[in-house]
Each structure stands twice: as C-alpha cells, then as structure tokens.
C-alpha cells in the first residue's frame, strides 16, 4: 500500500520569493515520485520525476525536488515565483502499478 | 510526443441521457489506459485501469454499470457516462501509459449534467 500527503493544501508566496511545496510519501516499495502542475480547467502537466536515479531532480520551468528516502519526503521548491506559477500542484507516488495522488497544493503568486 | 487528447473538452447533457468520452495516445501505443474523476477544488480519484483488449478494473465505489469503458484498440479508450444525472457532473482526466512507469494526462473533459 501506499499514499502521499501534500502538508499545505495552500501555499502563498510573492513574485521573486521562492516556492516550497511539500509533499511526504509512504510505500512498501521502491517508488517512483512525480510532482505535476494543473491550471483551471486543463489536465496535468508533468514538472519532474524520480525514478530511482539521482535524488535531486531538475524539472521544467526551474523546478526541482529533492528525494530522501530518511524523511519520505519529496519537496518541490523554486528559486524565485513567476506570476504564471499560480496553479494546483500534485505530488504522486507510484509503485506495482499502483499511483496516488495527492490532495493538491493551490499556489498563489502575489505581485 | 507522448501526447494525448480527450474528446469533447466540455459536454453539456439532459439528465437521463448517456454520454461518451474518447481518450486517444496521439504518437505511442497505450498498453494501459486510466480514467479519473476529479470534483473542484479536489484531487484526481481513480475510477479505472483498462489495458487494451480487457476488462478495467474499477476501484471500489464505481459502478461499473454506469460507468462504461472500453479499450478497444492500443491508442482508444473510452468513458460512457450512462443514464447521467447531475451528481455526474465533474472533470474527467484520461491518462494514457506505455511499458514504462509514467502516465500521460488527456487534458480533461468538462461534464454538466442539466
């Protein structure tokens, strides 16, 4: 079994501040992570994976997440906020076929 | 690549009435096909895995009954909403995979059920 808990359901930041959403998972298996990105009213689109190579990984638009198999954690952090970052964020586990999503993190940019 | 559509991106639809989704893996053929629901302001909740020529296998809570899937070839699924009624009413994500371990999100469908 396994799940995935988003621990902010909002997170608010200004432009130019850096972004941290955090995501934490539970698997009884070696787990691939990804973390994906949903405007209103569109699908998902994928920001970046884990899948067993390096723990840091670089994704688009200059996001990158660090996996710590010692905290389960899988935290998706950004240097600086652009405007166009405001969307819903979701950390996913998958393992055996089996993929979790998390309850999503609304990001908000303030100018 | 690995693109995938949905059709329609918005449907409106009279209670009662049955209603099809199409999800297509435009450049890769899709072994597995999955299909979620997601309520606003909520996260995606799996409804069902079809692997092409089989059964899917529904998650517990849907009814297999009103919800029809069909995978027929290796790049088609599709969702028939039966007899929908306005509790219906949500955002369908298809997502589409090959041998690997990654997904690939249709961009949804708007379902309104009058």
């Known amino acids: 079994a396994q799940s995935v808990t988003q621990l902010d359901s909002h997170v608010s930041v200004s432009e130019g501040t850096p972004v941290l959403l955090r995501c934490n998972y539970s698997?009884?298996?070696?787990?691939?992570l990804f973390w994906y990105v949903q405007h209103p009213n569109k699908g998902l689109q994928l920001l970046l994976k884990y899948t067993s190579a390096a723990t840091l990984v670089k994704g688009i638009n200059g996001f990158e997440a660090e996996f710590k198999k010692s905290e389960t954690s899988f935290h998706l952090t950004k240097p600086s906020a652009h405007m166009s970052d405001a969307a819903e964020y979701f950390c996913?586990?998958?393992?055996?076929?089996?993929?979790?999503f998390g309850a999503g993190t609304r990001l908000t940019v303030k100018p | 690549g690995a693109v995938v559509s949905q059709h329609p991106s918005w449907v409106i639809c009279k209670s009662g009435t049955s209603v099809k989704i199409e999800c297509r893996s435009l450049d890769f053929q899709a072994t597995t096909m999955f299909w979620y629901r997601q309520f606003p302001k909520q996260s995606l909740m799996l409804m069902a895995t079809s692997n092409e020529g089989s059964k899917a296998t529904y998650e517990q809570g849907v009814e297999k009954d009103k919800f029809l899937i069909n995978h027929a070839s290796l790049t088609l699924s599709t969702l028939t909403v039966t007899s929908a009624h306005p509790e219906d009413s949500s955002f369908y994500i298809c997502s589409a995979r090959d041998r690997g371990v990654e997904q690939f999100f249709g961009p949804g469908t708007r379902l309104t059920v009058l």
């Open positions: 996913v586990v998958s393992a055996s076929n089996d993929m979790r």
């Open positions: 698997s009884s298996y070696s787990p691939s």
